[in-house]
């Protein structure tokens, strides 16, 4: 007769489990030794090999006593061998990947760990050791607790004195308390239940012991292993009795210690309220919370890779936040099944307790289950900004030693209790608190899973783009920002060195208040924050590219080059005119709205921003101001262009002096900004700012008409710029004779004014101003990013003849000088353009001096106008 064939598994689930675990471990130490390669781009740079020291430990630990004892752990739960792990595992890379000192210190633990997991197995009364001298470990480690009183200290210098230790040795012993306190209450209650003991009664003994631990916590202000040990206690007795008083109790005084704990506490305060509002000092007291969510934002959906992320950024990230190193370089993927893991290493320990022979076994099995659930929700909880910090760490990843022995021995206790799963399982009475239990697991792990999707997913793109994200520096460091070139192509900011090193150059500093500047400090202003997204390489390319470029380098491309409209020649000009007076100056081209030259002064140099910026931000000259968009200012007899553009061509020119019943020579003397060039000319006198003509024409207007007369040059509206650009300030018309002289709180920009101009010089219509031109693509070469749009606002005949009046014999232009602002706050405008007669492409300007001296305005404007239209001839 044949032999019956052998259906056994040749490789047991546990191994297989194993396998992929080592398997995880070893690709993730290749990708780490990869990273700089990969981040760099190039081959000629040292490889890390750290993260090999601990990948090996942990192999050949993993391995031997897998090799060792497979009977005897192929007889426990399948899966919690391989989970321990790859957990262990995965944070041991990513503790090296942020600190290979730590990493290695993290191993010799991880060794330790394993070691005590050796000898355990081989200790078949160790729970009953444990059982019977429950008193004995508690009281020792309340003990060693109270010892931190005098003799605690903190590893890293200054901080709370929790450790006990020297040598680069240290224990905390709060951390076997929270496992040793699970025991006694497992033993506790195994003795007295299932016996029908009123609630104070079966509680009354516990209570002074775990009373006792809660106080030696509060007052080392650990609070976060406080609200531990009240979850543990809570959820143990109610797991074990079946009274969901229990959970109100413990509700109630979570709910008790945060009240006084906001109350009495600053730093129970300061963490409340950042998590309740964050985005409120995102630098300061909420910088942990928001620097974790913008980290989970910069890992996306699959992550920047491992070692190639900047996970350092958030503070303790080895630690308390090694949950957001994880999601920013494994992405939500990454997180979300390291959440998976969790969920099946909480799930694994209720099996254990269901199918445990003895109710002390399943008592101890559930409260380490309720210990690793409740850690973890608290801890990722806080990560996500679900719960409030509590600065306890995660299970098996976390660094610390206390932390990670501790995780151990939770997980020799469960393999241990797993061992006796044939024999039958003790009586359960109550099986709905596990149930409910289980299910309030669920939902947090949920929850949880879903606040990744959030950052990472639905809010990612606002979040990594936000100023105050670090990793937008630290990208830049690697890949080429693009430049920004004049018209012409000559460079304004360019970016230049090695990856790793790459630096932004602003080679014409003058122009800093447009283009602006880029700085991990400082965030970015001007033209460098609007048009980031193209410099940065996320906006102008192919998705695939972008999304080829963060799938293998964990960076985006290299930004894009682009043109803007300025004319360094003229640029330098316009500069060189404005001098060290304090002003602005507009010039553009008035058909296409191309701005060829914006300046503002005084200015500062982006780069020594660094240096200069406590003097820049308490200086009282506003050299962070671009003064052409964001100043406002009275626009005075400026706006004669306006009032004549409204009473021509009813009238003739020469019936105007008839009609406005005024002389030259009155004219002359009721404060013109310039002495007129000639008293017989009218042109003379309304190009040099004479309020006279101007307060006797606005006499005859009703406010309503005015009103829409200034909305229909859109003086009440800001430029759509790529620029801060201010909201000007015009109130409905009181007086027109004010009105009629800029004079009734009307207060508006160069830029606007220089628009204005442009109507007047373009035939009636006013443009769109345009500053980026073009984006230099990989494919496509040079794009266009902005075509001329203009608004009609008057007639072509009408702004002729509103220029006719305002131009000066033998020149190609017009012009009109004006004063206005008060006595001890002056100002000076200069606007003008091209005359209709002129066959170039017209221009116009508006230039604006903090101070009485119009004659210099206009000496300026007509030096840099001309040349303006010299070049385009």
Not at 592 to 613: C, K, R, V
């Amino acid at each position: 007769m044949n032999a019956p064939a052998d259906h056994r598994d040749p490789i047991p689930l546990q191994a297989r489990l194993l396998i992929c675990a080592a398997a995880f471990v070893v690709i993730y130490a290749v990708m780490l030794t990869l990273a700089p390669v990969i981040r760099l781009r190039s081959w000629e740079v040292g490889l890390s090999f750290w993260q090999w020291i601990p990948a090996s430990v942990w192999l050949i630990g993993f391995g031997l006593l897998y090799v060792r004892y497979r009977e005897t752990l192929a007889q426990s739960d399948p899966y919690l061998y391989p989970l321990m792990g790859l957990l262990t595992g995965w944070g041991l890379m990513t503790i090296t990947r942020l600190d290979p000192s730590m990493g290695l210190r993290q191993t010799i633990w991880m060794a330790l760990g394993l070691a005590i997991f050796w000898f355990g197995v081989r200790i078949p009364t160790a729970l009953t050791l444990l059982r019977r001298y429950k008193y004995i470990w508690l009281v020792l480690a309340l003990g060693l607790t109270a010892l931190t009183f005098i003799f605690g200290i903190y590893p890293g210098g200054e901080g709370p004195r929790l450790w006990l230790g020297c040598c680069g040795v240290y224990l905390q012993p709060s951390e076997p308390l929270k496992l040793l306190l699970i025991a006694y209450l497992a033993a506790y209650l195994a003795d007295r239940l299932p016996v029908n003991l009123r609630l104070f009664t079966l509680l009354a003994p516990t209570l002074l012991l775990i009373g006792t631990a809660l106080l030696l916590l509060v007052v080392q202000r650990d609070l976060g292993t406080a609200t531990l040990l009240i979850f543990i206690y809570s959820l143990t007795l109610y797991l074990a009795s079946g009274r969901k008083r229990m959970l109100l109790m413990m509700a109630a005084a979570l709910l008790a210690a945060g009240f006084l704990g906001y109350e009495l506490s600053s730093v129970v305060r300061l963490r409340f309220d950042a998590w309740l509002n964050p985005w409120a000092d995102p630098t300061g007291s909420a910088y942990q919370i928001i620097q974790s969510i913008l980290a989970i934002a910069s890992g996306g959906f699959i992550g920047t890779g491992p070692g190639l992320g900047s996970p350092g950024v958030v503070p303790v990230a080895v630690s308390d936040f090694i949950f957001t190193a994880v999601a920013e370089e494994t992405g939500i993927l990454g997180a979300v099944g390291l959440l998976l893991c969790f969920a099946m290493l909480v799930m694994r320990g209720l099996v254990i307790a269901l199918r445990a022979p003895f109710n002390y076994h399943r008592y101890l099995a559930a409260g380490i289950s309720a210990y690793f659930a409740s850690q973890i929700i608290l801890i990722v909880g806080g990560n996500l900004r679900l719960l409030p910090l509590t600065g306890v760490t995660l299970p098996f990843l976390s660094y610390g030693g206390s932390s990670l022995l501790t995780s151990f021995a939770a997980g020799l206790i469960l393999q241990l209790i797993s061992r006796q799963s044939d024999q039958d399982p003790a009586p359960l009475l109550h099986t709905r608190p596990y149930l409910f239990f289980y299910s309030l697991t669920a939902v947090g792990f949920v929850a949880m899973a879903l606040a990744v999707g959030w950052y990472g997913f639905v809010r990612q793109e606002s979040l990594v783009s936000r100023i105050d994200n670090p990793r937008r520096s630290i990208n830049e460091l690697y890949v080429q920002r693009g430049s920004l070139l004049d018209r012409h192509g000559q460079p304004l900011v360019v970016s230049s060195g090695d990856p790793g090193s790459i630096s932004r150059q602003y080679l014409y500093p003058a122009l800093s208040t447009t283009t602006g500047y880029v700085n991990p400090l400082y965030g970015l202003s001007g033209l460098e924050a609007s048009q980031d997204p193209y410099l940065r390489g996320v906006s102008g390319l192919p998705s695939l590219t972008i999304w080829t470029n963060r799938m293998l380098y964990g960076q985006t491309p290299p930004g894009l080059d682009m043109h803007l409209s300025i004319d360094l020649d003229l640029q330098k000009l316009t500069d060189a005119a404005l001098g060290d007076r304090p002003g602005a100056v507009v010039l553009l081209n008035a058909s296409t709205g191309e701005i060829l030259a914006i300046s503002s002064h005084p200015y500062y140099n982006p780069n020594t921003l660094d240096q200069d910026w406590s003097t820049l931000i308490t200086a009282s000259d506003g050299r962070l101001i671009n003064r052409a968009t964001q100043g406002l200012y009275p626009p005075g007899t400026a706006i004669t262009p306006i009032l004549l553009s409204e009473v021509v061509p009813s009238i003739e020119l020469p019936e105007i002096p008839q009609k406005l019943s005024v002389s030259i020579p009155e004219a002359m003397n009721l404060g013109c900004a310039v002495p007129p060039d000639s008293t017989q000319s009218w042109n003379a006198v309304l190009s040099s700012g004479c309020p006279a003509p101007l307060v006797l024409l606005g006499s005859r207007f009703q406010p309503s008409r005015m009103d829409a007369l200034f909305e229909r040059f859109n003086l009440g509206t800001a430029p759509s710029l790529p620029l801060p650009a201010a909201t000007p300030i015009l109130p409905p018309v009181k007086s027109t004779e004010l009105a009629a002289v800029g004079r009734d709180g009307m207060q508006v920009s160069p830029m606007q004014m220089a628009l204005l101009a442009a109507v007047f010089s373009a035939k009636g219509n006013q443009p769109e101003p345009i500053l980026p031109l073009s984006i230099k693509t990989p494919h496509q070469g040079w794009v266009v990013l902005a075509h001329s749009t203009t608004m009609p606002i008057l007639s072509a005949s009408t702004a002729a003849e509103v220029t006719s009046l305002l131009a000066q014999p033998g020149r190609l232009y017009w012009s009109v000088t004006a004063s206005a602002g008060s006595i001890d706050k002056p100002i000076s405008w200069f606007i003008g353009g091209s005359l209709d007669s002129w066959r170039g492409a017209p221009v116009a300007i508006a230039v604006l001096l903090e101070n009485d001296t119009p004659l210099e305005a206009r000496i300026i404007g007509e030096k840099i106008l001309q040349s303006a239209l010299n070049s385009a001839e």
